[in-house]
């Protein structure tokens, strides 16, 4: 019942706080104005992942401060550092250099809360016999993911609706392994995104702007190194768990990039070439391609569920990934080849 009260608050919090933000965004004319790269037609108020980072923060703090004693430090001012630094660019915009900066600066805080562990069963972070490697890895994987979730914020609904299915696997993942921190943060994040997801549902009332999803992208990537405080010793499976939950942004992001490079184009510009971006561009409503990617979050958050339940279902999750994967870039080859136009 406590856990009930507490998700229903936070999804209060969230649903009337974003729109008392957009009030306030409509008064001070916080616009995001279309452009040639733009998905939208419309001015929209932006910035409502203010609000989200906001409730998300603090219901964190109380939890893991004063029942699980579970705070990371490390975590909680990478995460201040990423949505302030994103904040100032949804209002002025900042350089790629700077926000780059800072998204390194915040993967290295959490990452060296991996120091408070003596062994790490599946990964070594140690820096002696070159197994820095690995910490190189998870370095990227941060950073990657932070820069992900952003740019796959380009469509109505699709970054709330990641948010909230990630979320609830999170919930149910830190439920079956009893991981107290990453059960309660992953439900924060999913019932969060369903008050956000309200607003930012097609046509979008309000945009999450750079500081939402920035923030959720280093969360998310975050988590794992989170469920270490509930336990150390299966840090190999929480990094796999936290993959699959963000699996189709991981890869969608992956494809355009080196598909981009492949065609020698500049890949530090904006543009639309995301998987996801294509098929609205070809006429596929927002609508229609947010609940194409829910849809495959969830089966991913099934079989992610059947594989901690069933050691041998690993063999069926992978198959899925990777059909999934190349059935996603083969039915964007055939749409385009086609010339289909969605409706």
Not at 58 to 83: P, R
Not at 259 to 265: A, C, F, G, L, T
Request: charged share 10%; hydrophobic share 50%.
């Amino acid at each position: 019942m406590t856990e009930i009260f507490i998700q229903a608050t936070v999804f209060l919090c969230t649903y009337f706080g974003v729109a008392i933000f957009r009030r306030w965004s409509l008064r001070r004319k916080l616009f995001d104005i279309p452009n040639e790269r733009s998905s939208h037609t419309q001015p929209t108020p932006r910035g409502g992942g203010f609000v989200i980072v906001a409730v998300c923060l603090v219901f964190y703090i109380i939890y893991t401060l004063f029942f699980t004693h579970t705070f990371s430090w490390g975590y909680f001012v990478g995460a201040i550092l990423i949505a302030v630094v994103s904040w100032l660019d949804d209002l002025y915009t900042i350089s790629f250099v700077w926000r780059f900066l800072v998204h390194a600066v915040s993967a290295f805080l959490v990452i060296q809360t991996l120091g408070e562990f003596q062994e790490v069963s599946g990964f070594s972070f140690y820096f002696e016999n070159g197994r820095i490697f690995h910490l190189i890895l998870l370095f990227f994987w941060i950073v990657w993911l932070t820069n992900a979730y952003n740019f796959m914020d380009g469509i109505d609904g699709i970054a709330g609706m990641q948010m909230v299915t990630a979320g609830i696997g999170w919930l149910i993942t830190g439920k079956i392994l009893n991981l107290p921190t990453a059960e309660f943060f992953g439900g924060v994040l999913a019932f969060s995104g369903l008050g956000f997801l309200i607003h930012n549902w097609q046509p979008a009332k309000i945009f999450m702007g750079d500081v939402g999803s920035a923030f959720l992208g280093y969360s998310f990537a975050s988590l794992p190194i989170l469920a270490l405080t509930d336990d150390s010793e299966n840090f190999g499976k929480f990094l796999f768990a936290g993959i699959v939950l963000v699996w189709l942004f991981f890869f969608d992001t992956i494809f355009t990039f080196l598909h981009r490079v492949y065609k020698r184009e500049r890949v530090w510009q904006a543009h639309r070439s995301h998987i996801y971006q294509q098929l609205v561009i070809k006429g596929f409503s927002h609508q229609t391609v947010t609940i194409l990617y829910g849809t495959i979050s969830v089966l991913n958050v099934i079989l992610l569920v059947g594989l901690i339940l069933e050691e041998n279902f690993s063999i069926y999750l992978y198959s899925f990934i990777l059909l999934e994967s190349i059935g996603l870039t083969i039915f964007l080859f055939c749409v385009k080849k086609a010339g289909i136009q969605g409706r």
